[in-house]
């Protein structure tokens, strides 16, 4: 069975710090792996997506990057900003119907 | 594109009644949906995944007979959650996702809070 980890659990930083929250996943038979960002009492807004094929995405401030190999993945913010506090959600897809295994997620806070 | 709704996005419901909830994909069509619970301070749990006409495939430990999952066309599935209890108040959160492609996504719907008093 699919077990995520997420490290840190909880992340405070000074704003314009960069960070990586990390990701480890015990089974690397995965079709991709994405992650999310959710704010308090609010749904998912996917952040990005990673394809099993791919090593890397980027999107504005984010890099993700996955070693499929080794289980793991990380989630790089460069310059963080207060609007970034939120709590970070690692997902991998793996099974016949793609279902998401998700980690426990990372609470970051940026202070001002 | 790819955008997911719920409804109702909150509600309040007394011990022992039934609550329907509503997953829509409204710009695609979803070949499957997933309904995922979270409680406070807690990740996501699967709990059932299911295909557009066919029966809801539940995960283990979660009672069928309570939590009533219907996907009766591409753009719809519902959970009922019969005769609820406080317990069974949590966030309910859907997805649904397009099959027919490679790799396919899931695209998340806004949330649910059930209160149950």
């Known amino acids: 069975k699919q077990e995520v980890t997420q490290i840190p659990a909880a992340l405070s930083v000074p704003e314009g710090e960069n960070l990586v929250l990390n990701c480890s996943f015990t089974?690397?038979?995965?079709?991709?792996l994405q992650w999310f960002r959710q704010d308090p009492g609010k749904g998912l807004t996917s952040l990005l997506l990673?394809?099993?094929?791919?090593r890397e995405q980027t999107s504005g401030r984010l890099n993700a990057s996955l070693d499929k190999s080794s289980g793991r993945s990380t989630l790089y913010i460069a310059a963080s900003q207060p609007g970034d506090s939120a709590t970070y959600l690692c997902?991998?897809?793996?099974?016949?119907?793609?279902?998401?295994?998700f980690g426990s997620g990372t609470q970051l806070t940026v202070l001002p | 594109g790819a955008v997911v709704s719920q409804h109702p996005s909150w509600v309040i419901c007394k011990s022992g009644t039934s609550v329907k909830i509503e997953c829509r994909s409204l710009?695609?069509?979803?070949?499957?949906m997933f309904w995922y619970r979270q409680f406070p301070k807690q990740s996501l749990m699967l709990m059932a995944t299911?295909?557009?006409?066919?029966?809801?495939?539940?995960e283990q430990g979660v009672e069928k007979d309570k939590f009533l999952i219907n996907h009766a066309s591409l753009t719809l599935s519902t959970l009922t959650v019969t005769s609820a209890h406080p317990e069974d108040s949590s966030f309910y959160i859907c997805?649904?996702?397009?099959?027919?492609?490679?790799?396919?996504?899931?695209?998340f719907g806004p949330g649910t809070r059930l209160t149950v008093t």
């Open positions: 997805s649904a996702s397009w099959d027919r492609t490679a790799y396919p996504e899931q695209y």
């Open positions: 089974d690397s038979a995965i079709y991709n």
């Open positions: 990673i394809q099993s094929s791919q």
């Open positions: 997902a991998v897809s793996g099974g016949s119907a793609r279902q998401l295994t």
């Open positions: 710009d695609f069509q979803a070949t499957t």
């Open positions: 299911s295909n557009e006409g066919s029966k809801a495939t539940y």
